[in-house]
């Protein structure tokens, strides 16, 4: 399996961003999901969808993140609005080897993207 990321950058507070991440292989139809991980703090979970399109946020990006697939290709997506100077972090997308997801944590994800970089300014 290979993920391959994309979009992020910098972003002003309020903007927005797409975070992308192409996958090959079968982990498409599994359980996926994005975290991030901030300068000196532990990695997080963000979004999960699973085998289904059931979708989890965390807290704190609940009505402003959307984790999503692509109907046509093989993309994972995280659209993020209204961002805030706290969710500057790398991002990653991440599968697990289960249909769904389960507890909201890092736990059974396996393979991982090369992470992608967003950082929000006040």
């Known amino acids: 399996e290979q993920f391959v990321q994309s979009g992020g950058g910098s972003v002003q507070s309020g903007g927005s961003v797409r975070l992308s991440c192409e996958v090959s292989?079968?982990?498409?139809?599994?359980?996926m999901g994005w975290f991030r991980q901030a300068p000196r703090e532990g990695r997080e979970a963000v979004a999960f969808i699973d085998g289904n399109n059931i979708t989890t946020y965390a807290e704190s990006v609940k009505g402003r993140f959307t984790i999503s697939k692509d109907n046509n290709k093989p993309i994972l997506y995280l659209q993020m609005n209204s961002l805030k100077p706290e969710d500057t972090a790398m991002y990653y997308c991440?599968?697990?080897?289960?249909?769904?997801?389960?507890?909201?944590?890092?736990?059974?994800?396996?393979?991982w993207g090369q992470g992608t970089e967003v950082t929000v300014s006040s």
């Open positions: 292989g079968v982990a498409y139809s599994r359980c």
């Open positions: 991440a599968a697990k080897w289960a249909l769904f997801c389960g507890d909201f944590t890092n736990a059974g994800f396996g393979s």
